[in-house]
């Protein structure tokens, strides 16, 4: 039997959102990884509170995202297909489990100021596992005053640093997807990045752009609607602490995520500052209003001062008006060359991102094959 020959591919950017759409290439849609290449400012592993924002996330899928119909179906594909990768990574990396890969499930409390948008609880209910509804009396114990609506259910959570190598690092075992890093200037120049691996193409060449914050700037993209949502939150030790809690008013969001692994890291949040590109400094008046909302909304943390502080980071959401763009271009009549963005996603990355990924890789593929779902 002749093996139908595939596009090449190149994906540009290393952050969840470019790992996402190369796990849906090899894994649901069967593109051989030797025939694609990502090339990135940073790749997983790297650090950088500017340029790479995946491994400053907090890290769970959590009721962040807006009520649209599109980011609604992007969650719930998400929180529904993120059990199959789970067990993808984990039969790679034998021996292992979500705490080590940076990816488990935990207990999850979100409550809100005002009531939250009935499409998104209904959405949010026909999937969430262990859903419910808070009554009024449990509400009227939440401290610093009662809120009007929350919800508890089993969520994922993310590790994000650790996730990131470890999804790439069983990318590049399991199927030789190549991992370059290269600043471009210009989205034309991804075509010169490919996997020295690949045998043979079919001459299409597909480049899937997924620069996050950098699509604002790189020729050929220039989208002036991306900008930078700042957050700054506080890292701390707290091994007695294995669940979320969230809080959204009208202009505040407070957050406790905790991360899986042995470290028993709990990331403290946080702030939503949009247009504040400030992701060098952090501030001392904020890390003690984040120490004392956290603390305020789950007492068993302990008292602000007693809180055993690993870190205080500070990082840049890649936010755009008008929502995640997910747009295929054809640059010729034959379909040769074509470029398909997903970027957008602001500080829900980590929850949609696989479904935004599947979305960007049907757009890409779209005629050529069907997908393992």
């Not at 650790?162 to 997807?177: C, G, I, P, Q, R």
């Not at 403290?268 to 120490?291: C, H």
């Not at 936010?319 to 763009?325: E, F, I, L, T, V």
Request: hydrophobic fraction near 35%; charge should be neutral; include cysteine.
């Amino acid at each position: 039997m002749v093996k139908k020959v595939q596009p090449e591919v190149t994906i540009v950017g290393a952050g969840i959102s470019g790992l996402y759409v190369s796990y849906c290439l090899t894994e649901l849609y069967g593109i051989a990884g030797d025939n694609i290449c990502v090339v990135g400012d940073y790749l997983p592993g790297d650090s950088s509170a500017n340029g790479y924002t995946s491994p400053w996330a907090g890290g769970n899928f959590s009721c962040i995202s807006p009520s649209d119909e599109n980011t609604l179906w992007y969650d719930k594909f998400t929180y529904q297909n993120l059990g199959a990768l789970s067990k993808a990574l984990l039969a790679h990396f034998k021996g292992k489990d979500g705490e080590w890969l940076g990816l488990a499930r935990r207990p999850s409390s979100e409550y809100w100021d005002y009531d939250p948008p009935k499409t998104k609880i209904d959405s949010l209910r026909s999937y969430l596992e262990n859903f419910r509804v808070y009554s009024k009396d449990e509400l009227a114990k939440i401290k610093p005053s009662p809120p009007a609506f929350g919800i508890t259910f089993k969520t994922w959570n993310f590790n994000c640093p650790v996730f990131l190598v470890n999804l790439a690092t069983f990318l590049k075992e399991k199927h030789n997807v190549s991992f370059v890093k290269a600043k471009l200037t210009h989205i034309a120049q991804a075509k010169s990045y490919t996997n020295d691996k690949c045998s043979g193409s079919n001459d299409k060449h597909i480049i899937i752009n997924c620069s996050g914050l950098g699509a604002k700037h790189i020729g050929g993209v220039a989208d002036h609607n991306m900008y930078p949502t700042r957050g700054q939150v506080v890292v701390a030790a707290a091994p007695h602490v294995a669940e979320n809690c969230l809080r959204w008013g009208k202009d505040y969001a407070t957050y406790i995520i905790p991360r899986p692994g042995p470290l028993h890291e709990l990331v403290l949040g946080g702030f939503l500052q949009v247009d504040n590109w400030n992701a060098q400094d952090t501030s001392k008046e904020e890390t003690d209003d984040i120490l004392q909302r956290t603390t305020t909304l789950l007492p068993k943390i302990g008292k602000p001062e007693s809180v055993a502080v690993l870190k205080v980071a500070a990082g840049l959401r890649p936010s755009r008006h008008g929502g995640p763009r997910v747009e295929r271009e054809d640059f010729d009549d034959d379909g040769h060359l074509v470029v398909v963005h997903n970027y957008g996603a602001s500080g829900y990355g980590y929850q949609s991102g696989l479904g935004l990924a599947f979305k960007a890789v049907s757009l890409a593929l779209k005629g050529d094959r069907s997908s393992k779902l």
